[in-house]
């Protein structure tokens, strides 16, 4: 997904707005097909907009924002999205279903105020030169 930025002229006056839109691979070859309107973003700075566009993708398939869970904006984005789908914009018929992740795969929902951790270990630096040890096999003899 990404934010494209749409400017209209009315009456000799000139609106910009801005749509999420997202890409979508079809019999005709790839599309690109508008999710919402995010009205006018230029009050953010433009360095956040990518960020925007990625909390309104994670929260549409499900994945919540585990740092900043009440972000109102984004979840009323999100609920605009649900509503127009649910009326049928946004759907083509030439857009092939999304894949399963996994045959019998569950989806889990994981509510991040009731998980706990005990036994903290570091996994920083000690980890990072094992896993480039295995990987350029040094263990190997030459």
Not at 11 to 24: A, M, R
Not at 97 to 102: E, S
Not at 108 to 118: F, G, L, N, Y
Request: hydrophobic share 35%; charged share 30%.
């Amino acid at each position: 997904m990404y934010i494209r930025k749409s400017i209209r002229a009315y009456k000799g006056k000139t609106y910009t707005n801005y749509v999420l839109v997202e890409s979508v691979h079809t019999a005709k070859g790839p599309r690109q097909r508008t999710i919402c309107s995010l009205g006018d973003l230029s009050p953010r700075p433009r360095e956040q907009w990518l960020k925007l566009a990625c909390k309104i993708e994670d929260a549409l398939i499900g994945q919540g924002d585990l740092l900043d869970p009440d972000d109102r904006e984004v979840a009323d984005i999100v609920r605009r999205v649900r509503a127009r789908r649910a009326k049928g914009y946004g759907a083509k018929q030439d857009t092939p279903p999304a894949p399963p992740a996994r045959p019998g795969a569950a989806v889990i929902k994981v509510d991040p105020t009731r998980v706990a951790t005990e036994r903290h270990r570091e996994a920083g630096p000690v980890h990072v030169g094992r896993q480039f040890w295995l990987r350029l096999d040094l263990s190997r003899s030459t």
